[in-house]
């Protein structure tokens, strides 16, 4: 049986890796809508591509295409105007706050969520938890460490600790003091994954790690959460059992290999030039817990999970304002952390339990930020 999807965020890095394994599998999957956001340039090429398509989102208008294909919906207002009732299964592959509208939104329709937006549970796990008990939807994790970790785990046995893994980014040999001389050229190199600017920031600050800790928290419902340096990004992620057992997932470090395992999830099946681990050679894999002195993210993360959710929010506003402005060479690479810190210090620990409150505090925060960055 054919199913139809929604994918949001097509244009981006894990959105075009979704692009290519559903044209590898017309036969089992109707691509339905999709949104760009600012990048609108493949459009005419996914409408081609995909004669299923019937809604499009775009932040900017699309007069031309409008004109040409008079039978697709184009929107460029409110990205929720995506959702149909003939959608059976959404990928959220939006990055930043923005992307937690969808994943609530999927949630109220009972839909199957392949999710690469750890934002939303970094915001808004609890209220995402608390919805899912009255929801049939069930959330896939588009993330090899979660993803890892989501094939780890057994019904039969506890688990005592997630061991998450992490590159350490290009400058994982740095110390703090030595990151004021970081240039946005050479942040924007990542040694393992290739990755959108966003993303590839918050990996070399730890950032991108300190989500995934939140998100693992809110997706498995385990506190217990260690976080290794692992340079080669071989193992994704590894789970400890009561017993001192340890089970792990490996594989080539590619984003293909997960979104394609959720997209048949429980069957495994291969996919267009998948690449698999060559034992020809020694394979090393080096892992160590990671300074929490050195990258300060994770104990932030941790100190999140004891907290109400204002932290949480504040954490990611916060990052996200002070990312885009070094991105716009604004402020150091250094400072991105450093102010975030001191936003995430001063904030209030209450808790937000609806959708408009969280968005609320999120303005708040990154008007905050920016006021703070002016000083």
């Known amino acids: 049986m054919i199913k139809n999807i929604i994918l949001f965020g097509a244009s981006g890095n894990i959105g075009q890796q979704c692009i290519e394994l ?3 599998n017309k036969d089992k999957f109707n691509l339905i809508a999709l949104s760009v956001g600012k990048n609108d340039s493949q459009v005419e090429s996914f409408l081609h591509s995909f004669p299923t398509l019937k809604k499009i989102y775009s932040t900017k208008k699309l007069s031309e295409l409008e004109i040409k294909y008079p039978n697709i919906e184009f929107y460029n207002e409110d990205i929720l105007k995506l959702f149909s009732n003939k959608d059976e299964i959404v ?6 706050f923005f992307g937690l509208q969808v994943t609530l939104k999927s949630i109220e329709n009972n839909l199957i969520l392949l999710n690469s937006n750890k ?3 970094v915001t808004a796990g609890n209220l995402i938890n608390e919805m899912l008990k009255k929801s049939e939807t069930k959330i896939y994790p588009i993330d090899s460490e979660h ?4 094939q780890c785990l057994e019904n039969e046995n506890k688990v005592n600790t997630l061991f998450i893994t992490a590159s350490g980014g290009s400058f994982r040999n740095l110390t703090l003091q030595e990151t004021a001389n970081v240039s946005l050229k050479d942040a924007l190199k990542h040694p393992n994954w ?4 966003k993303i590839t920031i918050d990996s070399s600050t730890m950032f991108n790690k300190a989500f995934e800790i939140l998100e693992a928290y809110h997706l498995f419902k385990i506190k217990n959460i260690v976080t290794l340096l692992h340079p080669q990004s071989i193992i994704h992620s590894m789970v400890e059992f009561e017993d001192g057992s340890i089970k792990a997932q490996l594989s080539v470090p590619d ?4 979104i394609n395992y959720f997209l048949h999830y429980p069957k495994r099946i291969s996919y267009d030039r998948q690449k698999n681990l060559q034992f020809n050679d020694l394979i090393n894999l080096e892992l160590k817990e990671i300074d929490q002195n050195r990258f300060k993210p994770i104990k932030f993360a941790l100190k999140c999970i004891e907290l109400k959710n204002s932290k949480s929010i504040a954490l990611n506003a916060a990052n996200e304002i002070c990312v885009e402005y070094f991105l716009n060479e604004k402020i150091q690479f250094h400072q991105i952390t450093e102010i975030v ?3 995430f210090e001063e904030c209030e620990n209450i808790e937000l339990t609806t959708y408009q409150q969280i968005l609320d505090y999120d303005a ?7 006021s703070r960055i002016g000083e």
Do not use: H, P
């Open 91 to 96: 990928i959220n592959a939006l990055s930043g």
């Open 22 to 24: 559903l044209k590898e």
């Open 119 to 121: 934002e939303s549970f």
């Open 194 to 197: 290739d990755m959108g600017k």
């Open 364 to 370: 708040a925060i990154r008007k905050k930020t920016i």
């Open 341 to 343: 810190e001191i936003i």
């Open 147 to 150: 993803c890892a970790i989501f």
């Open 255 to 258: 984003m293909k290999q997960v």
